[in-house]
């Protein structure tokens, strides 16, 4: 099966699975509310109350379902920052909360700006900044890509080396690119970089004018440890300065104000979405509060 639709279908599962549980949950506790709405013994002059009973019941459930939820992601966000912290501080960079549950490191490693992100997917991308003024993709063959490239009328670069086989590599400059994906040193680390090691995780490679880009999607979060983060960065370094090393290429590209951004500042954007999901909780918190008033007003004026 195509290594594309496996990812997909592994994420689409995993939200599948997740979904059931949780909507299983909800039905249940909705239901179990019900019956005991109209099984609990109340005075008779509450008997026509039962309603408010069921609102104010279910208001309970929900937060507590809520704060379930919540205690249950700062468990796994926490211990996941605190992994990755063990990964990349070490190597200089500092580490902050991307979105709400993601990481970001920024920082200088061995002279160079890195700016790494780790978000829902699970997704990490990873930069070092370098004057290579030119673009090319490097990513494991699929279906959708091959797809892609022939609706563009742009067939993938052919090598001619075997080792390159399972990639699809799309150059600006094929002059450029075929003497970097020459280069000795340059080739196996390029070699090491994209070799995806489970069923589902997909690896690209991207040169960018200003930086080079390594983005895993659906890499297991167990792998990012201290050896293989050092091994990344190590054999990225090694492409960059081999491509540091090449001619210029025929025609020198620059970066858009929206590529540096991504590169550098998502933090910015990522405050904003927290904001929004943080105000979208608190309106639901103050919907269920409004609907159990009017329970408890009834509550007062009969006592």
Not at 2 to 25: E, F, N, P, R, Y
Not at 169 to 175: A, F, L
Not at 207 to 213: I, M
Request: glycine residues 8%; hydrophobic residues 50%; positive net charge.
């Amino acid at each position: 099966m195509d290594k594309t639709l496996k990812a997909w279908l592994a994420s689409c599962g995993g939200q599948a699975i997740i979904s059931t549980v949780a909507s299983i949950v909800v039905l249940c506790g909705v239901a179990a509310i019900a019956v005991a709405s109209f099984v609990i013994p109340l005075p008779p002059e509450y008997e026509d109350e039962r309603f408010f009973l069921f609102i104010g019941l279910f208001v309970v459930f929900f937060l507590f379902v809520m704060a379930a939820v919540v205690g249950i992601g700062v468990l796994v966000i926490s211990r996941r920052a605190r992994q990755f912290d063990a990964a990349f501080t070490p190597l200089g960079l500092t580490g902050s909360g991307y979105l709400t549950n993601g990481r970001q490191y920024h920082g200088t490693y061995l002279g160079r700006q890195v700016d790494v992100y780790f978000y829902r997917g699970p997704t990490l991308d990873i930069y070092i900044a370098s004057p290579l003024r030119t673009r090319m993709g490097i990513a494991t063959k699929n279906a959708l890509g091959s797809m892609a490239s022939s609706v563009a009328n742009r067939p993938p670069l052919d090598t001619g080396d075997p080792a390159y086989t399972f990639l699809s590599i799309y150059p600006h400059d094929e002059r450029w690119a075929r003497e970097l994906l020459a280069d000795p040193n340059a080739r196996e680390s390029i070699l090491r970089l994209t070799q995806a090691p489970g069923p589902f995780e997909l690896t690209n490679l991207l040169v960018q004018p200003e930086a080079l880009q390594l983005k895993l999607y659906r890499t297991q979060t167990g792998r990012v440890t201290p050896d293989a983060v050092r091994d990344w960065l190590k054999d990225m370094l090694t492409v960059v300065r081999a491509a540091e090393g090449l001619p210029a290429p025929a025609e020198l590209l620059q970066s858009s104000n929206l590529e540096r951004v991504v590169r550098t500042e998502r933090g910015a954007f990522s405050r904003k979405v927290v904001f929004v999901t943080l105000a979208a909780f608190g309106l639901m918190f103050v919907c269920m509060l409004a609907a159990l008033i009017p329970f408890l007003i009834l509550v007062m004026r009969g006592e």
